[in-house]
């Protein structure tokens, strides 16, 4: 038995991904947020490392 897929249209409302909020926006946009972020990744994989590397 084929399955009916019910959303066909494109340019219904389902179809389009939810867009960003402004915070979203300035959050991506932000420099010193993007930094911060950097940061924490860089400290996450060192110490991923560090337990790899006895």
Same mark, same amino acid.
């Given at each position: 038995? *084929?399955?009916?897929? /019910?959303?066909?249209?494109?340019?219904?409302? *389902?179809?389009? +991904?939810? *867009? +960003? /909020?402004? $915070? /979203?926006?300035?959050?991506?946009?932000?420099?010193?947020?993007? $930094? $911060?972020? $950097?940061?924490?990744?860089?400290?996450?994989? @060192?110490? @991923?490392?560090?337990?790899? %590397? %006895?």
């Amino acid at each position: 038995m *084929a399955n009916k897929v /019910t959303n066909k249209e494109p340019y219904q409302q *389902a179809y389009y +991904p939810p *867009a +960003p /909020t402004g $915070f /979203t926006k300035s959050m991506r946009t932000s420099v010193i947020w993007q $930094f $911060f972020r $950097f940061i924490v990744i860089n400290l996450k994989m @060192l110490k @991923l490392m560090s337990k790899s %590397h %006895h």
